[in-house]
């Protein structure tokens, strides 16, 4: 049970596609909980995925419920080990930015609904369909898993209403 | 370090960012915060360079004169120490559009709104489109509100304006989310 530090883009982990976890392997269960500690510590954040820790394994924890926009419409707090995003649909922008990227917020427009297959902490097959903010949490969080930051996502300047083509 | 906040606007054209751009490199400067776009057929650039060396406009001596010679104004000028950091801001974010038929002062009835109550605009695009015959405005700005203000005291005040103004106005808050 630990605190970690979160890591800071430029360092390549945040690039890195991370390997399948394996409920055989060790520190896995250590790897989750360390994960919900950071991210409680982090007060504000509602999602923490293992690459930002140091650790480029699939398995991310989300928690939208202690947020203003995700507080009416969530599954909890969600363990989620090699997730894969199943079916995708709809689409709503959010200002999103990054613990691993201080300072910088761009616009990313993500599926509203999605539905995403993953084990959880006890290795159980799941299946959620989740919807609003916590599908715009889980897609950001799954994107660490394959080295993508939101800034690869930025679907627009600030006010991006000038610049369509006619 | 001494920092400038360099202007260049002219006539729109492929190659004009990396035109200017290799004279700084060149230089030696660095590029800090930018924002450039094209307004109307001109291409507007704003950037906030420095030098490690360079603590006058002097020091730059005549290095932008092939921008000036190819068409393009260039205006520079010496940041005072700090100019160059971005204050912190802790209020909402409210984004703001405003649009309808074009009339005089739309940009000014609003913004004096929004000044007289400290509220700190961070951008603000305007564009004139629709039809020569029915030509409509449109204004979208982001900005920052006081602590003391609320998005809805902002939206009472925008619907009032709306009222006077004869233009449509929406207010929405924008919530950064860390994720």
Known sequence: MAVREIILYPDPILKTVCAPARFQDKGLDELVQDLIDTMVAAGHSVGVAAP?????????????????????NNHGLLVMINPEILEQSGQ???????MSVPDYTGNVTRAENIVVQFQDRGGNERVIRATGFEAVAIQHELDHLDGFLFLDRVSSLKTDVFRRKR | MHHFALTIIGRDRPGIVSQVTEILFRLGCNIADSS???LGGQFAMILIISHPAYSSRESFGD?????EESGLS??????????????EMRGEICMISVYGSDKPGIVYQVTRELGERRVNITDLNTKLVGSEQRPVYVMMLEAVLPEELSPEDLKAIMAQLQQSLQVDISVRSITPVEL
Not at chain 1, 52 to 72: F, M, P, T
Not at chain 2, 63 to 67: E, G, K, Q, S, Y
Request: proline share 6%; aromatic share 6%.
């Open chain 2, 74 to 87: 260039v205006f520079l000028r010496t940041l005072k120490p700090g100019g160059e950091l971005h204050p």
């Open chain 1, 52 to 72: 930002q820790i140091g650790e480029a394994r699939r398995v991310v924890v989300i928690d939208v419920s202690k947020s203003k926009l995700g507080r009416d």
């Open chain 1, 92 to 98: 709503e922008t959010f200002r999103e930015g990054c």
């Open chain 2, 36 to 38: 450039c776009t094209i």
């Open chain 2, 63 to 67: 290095a932008f004169l092939p921008l």
